[in-house]
């Protein structure tokens, strides 16, 4: 089955700079990869997704590349806030099937 | 639409108890997904059912642990016999087939 790996476990950056959070996957069928952000207490929300046919996709501050070939994802923040501060989990699977996720990024902005 | 509906929010149990963990799909959301998370860890999937059907239960326990989704009614994920380690958060996803999850807010379930 599917498994996907998430680096670093825990990251700090400074407020206003950039975040950049990688993870891979081993199933090459796998063709959908969301990014999901939960703040304490919460449930994960959707903050952006990619499909296997797209290599990269930005929305405001938020962008994820996608490289089908290595089999790696990433999910880059700029301009970083307080607000991001949160656990962020990557995400693979194939259409219509559950969702296998990483072990999360525990993501510090510092002021 | 009110979105993915979980009840309880927060359930304690002694420990040898059932629990029964509610999920109520969004209106037109035909697909369901449990998953568990430990304190400090990721969300591990447990189950995926369709309306009466379970279609992959491969991050299931072998024991103790059962999912259904019946025709009418909210999904419901039952745990018998809790022990200290089912301590959790548990959450529901659905989803109306396709890539278009939507998350609950989740059911942390204490063993004492």
């Known amino acids: 089955g599917e498994n996907v790996e998430q680096h670093p476990s825990t990251l700090s950056v400074q407020e206003g700079d950039s975040a950049v959070i990688k993870c891979t996957y081993s199933?090459?069928?796998?063709?959908?990869f969301p990014w999901y952000k939960q703040e304490l207490g919460k449930r994960p929300q959707l903050i952006i997704d990619?499909?296997?046919?797209?290599g990269e996709k930005k929305d405001q501050r938020i962008a994820v590349t996608l490289n089908k070939t290595a089999k790696h994802f990433s999910l880059h923040i700029t301009e970083t806030q307080p607000e991001d501060s949160a656990v962020y989990f990557c995400?693979?699977?194939?259409?219509?099937?559950?969702?296998?996720f990483g072990k999360g990024t525990r993501l510090h902005i510092l002021p | 639409n009110a979105g993915v509906m979980q009840n309880p929010r927060h359930l304690v149990r002694r420990r040898g108890q059932e629990a029964r963990l509610r999920c109520s799909p969004m209106?037109?959301?035909?697909?369901v997904y449990w998953y568990r998370q430990l304190p400090e860890e990721g969300l591990k999937f447990m189950v995926y059912?369709?309306?009466?059907?379970?279609?992959?239960e491969s991050g299931m326990p072998k024991e103790r642990f059962s999912a259904e989704f019946p025709k009418e009614g909210p999904s419901i994920l039952r745990i018998q016999q809790v022990v200290r380690g089912d301590s959790a958060a548990y959450f529901c996803?659905?989803?109306?087939?396709?890539?278009?999850?939507?998350f609950g807010s989740g059911t942390r379930l204490t063993v004492v």
């Open positions: 996803a659905s989803s109306p087939g396709g890539d278009d999850y939507t």
């Open positions: 199933d090459s069928a796998s063709n959908y």
């Open positions: 990619i499909r296997s046919n797209v």
């Open positions: 995400a693979a699977s194939m259409e219509e099937d559950k969702i296998i």
């Open positions: 209106k037109g959301h035909s697909h």
């Open positions: 059912l369709q309306k009466e059907n379970i279609i992959d």
